[in-house]
């Protein structure tokens, strides 16, 4: 009996378009394509602050006030604040949520094969500091942090560019390093770049870890659920005086790596809803479906299936909104003859493009040559060198540290960001460059 062509073209549309939507899925996971996203964001912002006919939309739509109101209450904040401050807070989480990951399961479970990424990293933000403070002067010292961070997202996209002959551990290395850097990061934005505390805030974040607390106790595992706590706790630290996004970072250390626990393992109760399914007439087989569901949802750890929905939202829309928002710094609004700016943007893109390779070659070898730690095989001070220069880039986390470091100081931050731009950029090509040279090099021997 043939079947009916109409079905036949409904199968192949379905098929068509699954295979359609697996493709989407894996190229929004390549690192690459993000990071050539974000850069497109940043060229984009720059062109836009710069062409003279459109430039001073550029603030204007940025500052552009968002009001709303329910009943007494009203909320009136800047664009700006919105993307910096609520929508970065998702970046922030899914940052916690890889932490959190590596340190069960990752990269940072094995203290012995993580140790020398970690002495890299701690390298890698001390020295460019280092360099910073000689460079600057007493006036622009507030920004001492600006190039400590690095941009996992252009750094590994910039690594994946090079092709699979790169040693498998290089990644490794480098994705290490970026997660303990961006640890760094939050942990001196919290310490450092926060107001007077109010204790009245804390009080507000504490009773939303207790709520977030209580919802796993009580077996709650939609993520939507922990919406009214995870407010209470970017509330709390926004009343403290504290960088309210940090809510993010603890809201991600919080989610759950293994699977919640049950009498009956999640696999086991898919199979038998499956049976059961097979066994009944579909139109009484709803319960089984929702079992079915409910157990799909359960058999990946809270931290792998979140992070993973948020990761496209993250990569695609609120990066490259945070860089369309932050990066077009306006070339006219930068006194190249004021020595402060000048200062400022020396002293970032030497600390960016001298300081990150130098401070994690040297403490690698160093800590190495002391017998705390041991690079793989395949890893050599060279590619140790091509990582270095890669983590260089750092862009998203250092352009949010200089709006906290030089919030009062309009020109000087003008000059921060373009030091970063600068300094981002000169150490992508540089480290592109090298990671060329060093791959057809190796090809020779």
Known sequence: MSIPSYKRNVGLTQNLTERSLNA??????????SGGILLLAAVIALFWANTEAISESYSHF????????????????????????ILMTIFFLVVGMEIKKEIHDGALSNIKAAVLPIIAALGGVVVPILIYLALSTDEIKSGWAIPAATDIAFAVGLLALLGKSIPSS??????????????????????FFSGGL????????????????A????????????????????????????????????LGLMTPVLTRPNEVDAIERANAAISNIRNKAIENSSAEIKALARAKG????????????????????????????????????VN?????????????????????????VFFTWFFSKLGWGELPSDLSLNWVLLIGLLAGIGFTMSIFISNLAFVNESNILEAAKLGILFGSGCAGFIGLLFGFILLRSNKKL
């Open 336 to 360: 190249f003859e004021d020595a402060l700016a000048l200062n400022t943007i020396f002293a970032v893109s030497i600390a960016l493009v001298v300081g990150k390779p130098l401070g994690i």
């Open 24 to 33: 989407i899925n894996r190229f929004l996971h390549i690192e690459a394509v």
């Open 170 to 191: 290089a990644r490794i290395f480098l994705l290490t390093l970026a997660i303990i850097d961006d640890l760094l990061a939050i942990l001196i934005i919290a310490f």
């Open 215 to 250: 919802l796993q106790k009580m077996g709650f595992f939609s993520a939507f659920v922990y919406i009214l706590p995870g407010a209470l706790i970017w509330f709390g630290l926004l009343k403290t005086g504290a960088h309210p996004t940090l809510a993010g970072v603890i």
């Open 298 to 333: 359960e058999i990946l750890p809270p931290v792998v299936r979140v992070k993973d929905l948020l990761h496209p939202w993250v990569a695609f829309i609120i990066m490259p909104i945070f860089a369309l928002a932050n990066a077009g710094v306006n070339f006219g609004n």
């Open 198 to 213: 109010e204790p009245i805030g804390f009080l507000i974040a504490f009773i939303g870890i207790l709520g977030v607390i």
């Open 62 to 85: 940025w500052h552009t006030q968002i009001n709303f109101s329910f009943g007494e209450y009203s909320f009136s904040q800047s664009l700006h604040f919105i993307i910096n401050d």
